[in-house]
């Protein structure tokens, strides 16, 4: 499932294991350095490149997961 591998590259980016999938990234302390990291981690453990833009408008794990199958990115 795609927001539970979102969830955990969140997690271990920002630091945090509670971390739910509606918890905004930048009330949780996001910026864009973290971003950029997360930006990577889903290139390189999702084979996804998701824009840094849609990364700013999908602030949630829940949104950016949707996002993410949207573009038809599975789990294997």
Request: hydrophobic share 45%; net charge negative.
């Amino acid at each position: 499932m795609i927001a539970e591998r979102v969830l955990s590259i969140w997690c271990r980016e920002l630091r945090r294991d509670d971390i739910s999938v509606d918890d905004n990234f930048f009330a949780l302390g996001g910026q864009s350095v973290i971003m950029a990291g997360i930006q990577g981690a889903f290139i390189d453990e999702l084979d996804v490149e998701v824009p840094m833009d849609q990364l700013f408008l999908n602030p949630t794990v829940s949104s950016i997961s949707a996002y993410i199958e949207s573009m038809g990115a599975t789990t294997s």
